[in-house]
Each structure stands twice: as structure tokens, then as C-alpha cells.
């Protein structure tokens, strides 16, 4: 069982194929949690900012308030989006192609705030 743990909120298949290679290639857990039920035991969770059906900055408030470190991902950097995720508590927002290529860095960062 891996000591680093990733809940994915992403329906973008493509960069989910990237994280699952990342993560395997790293021995770190993936999940992949429903929406409407989820008990979350990772060390941090990423919600995409793009997929408003995710409402992600709602999910983003709830995850915050159980005590879970929280990363937004998009498409491309944008003022708006980071400066909303900041204000509903996300910790970082990331651009999902630099997530991945920095995963290493992102896990060993976690694990050290906890």
C-alpha cells in the first residue's frame, strides 16, 4: 500500500491516463471518488477547475473543511479561476501538464505540511 494517496475529482480522460501513469511510475495511490460519496483517506485531493458538472469550487470548500490538502488543476493558467479557487481554500492551483511533470515534488511538499 502506497504512503502517498491522490483523490482525483477529473473526468478529463486523457490527463487521467497521465496521472495514473505518473502515480504508478512514482508507487503512489490513485482514486478516483463519486461525487455524492466519498471518504476521503488521501493525503490530498485535486478537482479540476475546468468541469464546472464537478462544481469545483463548492467540492473544493467541503474537502477543505475536512481537513485534506486540496490542489485545483487547469487547462491553462487563469487569473480568475486561481484567485476564485484561492478564496474557496484551495492550497495551489496548477496547470495539469506541470502537475504531473512535478508530481514527485508536489507528494514529498504534502507530506512535509502534514
Known sequence: MSEFKIAAFINDATFSASLAHACNGLGYGLSFPKLDQYSLTENCAIIDLNDQ???????????????????????????????KATDAGFDLVFQKSLFCKNLAIIATQVKHAR
Open 53 to 83: 458538472k464537478l462544481h469545483p469550487f463548492q467540492l473544493g470548500e467541503s474537502l477543505k473543511d475536512n481537513q485534506i490538502v486540496v490542489f485545483g488543476l487547469v487547462n491553462r493558467l487563469n487569473k480568475t479561476l486561481q484567485k
